[in-house]
């Protein structure tokens, strides 16, 4: 019986298999937007990625075009006194390139979990470099700035350092983000309440910190496709008039707007301002923010550029670039040479800001610095006891 069931199963022709179409992968899903929409483009593969993952081009581009614009927005800071054009370029550049940088920050912090690898690349990316930086700044602006007495306290960052803290606790908290039904409102009011809240303090600049937290949380919501709103013809059109409509503001609020509300690091009390002024504020900055770094990312090329690669060493530049600002105060250069106040000096100081910058993130200088910034330290963790099993076999 069963000889004669396998034989007639045997002359049965099987049917074909069901073909569905295949899903299309991230990569074709951004690449799409180089083509402005419609016919989806074939995926382009960035052979030059490191340990074999792909690399897309344009958050690459987006994370040095942002870097850039952070430098530069420093050098043009001590010119503001005496150029109301230079401080309208400064105020619209505040508006959007961290809240840019934080949401990218966000978007690849999605995977974020609390695994064992994960967690040592955050303390080796991201707290690691932070003690390191803080120390080194803190005895820079000892020697540079004669303050020999100036402490060293890991608790109030300096300068640049406020941003490895704020990564450091933003990704900690990716899991909460995860499970709230609405995580950007949550995070919005989250950072309302900080802005009317004098007594936080300083520790570990947790004003920034709850001030630019809805920034990395809408890059925690968003998806590939999200991109592709922005990354079209259309959009690049609408921002130029949107951009010229923000200077053109911009310049009217220079000499009435206190620029510090753009640091985020402060509550409105500390700025001498009503309190109910931190809340309208936060919504209106959150706002413009918003669509400014919809406009920029409408205008960063999706495809491989001649600084495409310089994206993986943009924080290498954030943070070496701070030794160089900050010593241009502390030896006074833009006291003692006054062509930097000319309109040609201030156009050539952001010539030479940009070019700095870009150096800092080449990998050369990637390679100098990465036992700093990307250190291994395998003999600070304990060994898996399955990874142990497998090299005893």
């Not at 540079?144 to 450091?168: G, N, R």
């Not at 900690?172 to 950007?184: E, F, G, Q, S």
């Given at each position: 019986m069963n000889n004669l069931a396998q034989s007639h199963s045997e002359r049965r022709t099987p049917l074909p298999p069901t073909r569905t179409a295949p899903e299309p992968s991230d990569a074709a899903v951004k690449d799409a937007a180089v083509t402005g929409g419609g016919r989806q483009a074939a995926p382009k593969r960035d052979t030059s990625a490191k340990n074999g993952k792909q690399r897309d081009a344009f958050f690459d581009n987006a994370k040095y075009l942002a870097i850039v614009l952070v430098a530069m927005g420093h050098s043009w800071e001590p010119l503001r006194d005496g150029s109301r054009s230079a401080a309208a370029l400064y105020i619209t550049v505040y508006a959007f390139h961290m809240p840019a940088f934080i949401i990218i920050s966000g978007y690849f912090s999605r995977s974020f979990d609390m695994r064992k690898d994960r967690l040592q690349r955050l303390i080796?990316?991201?707290?690691?470099?932070?003690?390191?930086?803080?120390?080194?700044?803190?005895?820079?602006?000892?020697?540079?700035?004669?303050?020999?007495?100036?402490?060293?306290?890991?608790?109030?960052?300096?300068?640049?350092?406020?941003?490895?803290?704020?990564?450091?606790?933003?990704?900690?908290?990716?899991?909460?983000?995860?499970?709230?039904?609405?995580?950007?409102?949550?995070?919005?009011?989250?950072?309302?309440?900080?802005?009317?809240?004098?007594?936080?303090?300083?520790?570990?600049?947790?004003?920034?910190?709850?001030?630019?937290?809805?920034?990395?949380?809408?890059?925690?919501?968003?998806?590939?496709?999200?991109?592709?709103?922005?990354?079209?013809?259309?959009a690049r059109m609408l921002a130029v008039p949107v951009f010229a409509a923000a200077l053109v503001f911009a310049y009217w609020a220079a000499p009435r707007m206190n620029a510090a509300w753009f640091y985020h690091r402060d509550s409105a009390q500390e700025l001498a301002a009503p309190w109910w002024s931190g809340a309208v504020m936060t919504l209106a900055m959150f706002g413009c923010s918003l669509v400014l770094v919809a406009c920029f990312f409408a205008w960063v090329p999706g495809r491989k550029m001649w600084f495409t690669a310089l994206g993986a060493g943009t924080l290498y530049g954030y943070l070496l670039h701070g030794f160089l600002a900050k010593g241009s105060r502390f030896w006074g250069w833009y006291d003692e040479y006054h062509w930097m106040h000319t309109p040609l000096g201030a156009i050539a100081l952001t010539l030479i800001a940009g070019t700095i910058i870009t150096v800092l993130c080449t990998p050369p200088v990637q390679r100098a610095f990465r036992w700093a910034m990307e250190p291994k330290m395998t003999w600070a963790f304990k060994k898996d006891a399955a990874e142990v099993a497998r090299h005893r076999k």
């Open positions: 080796t990316g991201v707290a690691v470099p932070y003690i390191l930086f803080e120390t080194a700044y803190t005895m820079f602006k000892r020697v540079a700035d004669d303050d020999p007495s100036y402490p060293i306290s890991l608790l109030d960052p300096w300068y640049l350092t406020w941003f490895l803290v704020a990564l450091f606790v933003w990704r900690l908290t990716t899991p909460i983000w995860k499970v709230v039904r609405w995580p950007v409102p949550l995070a919005l009011a989250i950072a309302v309440l900080a802005s009317v809240s004098p007594d936080i303090g300083d520790d570990l600049d947790l004003q920034r910190v709850l001030q630019f937290l809805p920034f990395f949380v809408i890059g925690l919501c968003l998806k590939p496709e999200h991109f592709l709103l922005v990354r079209n013809k259309r």
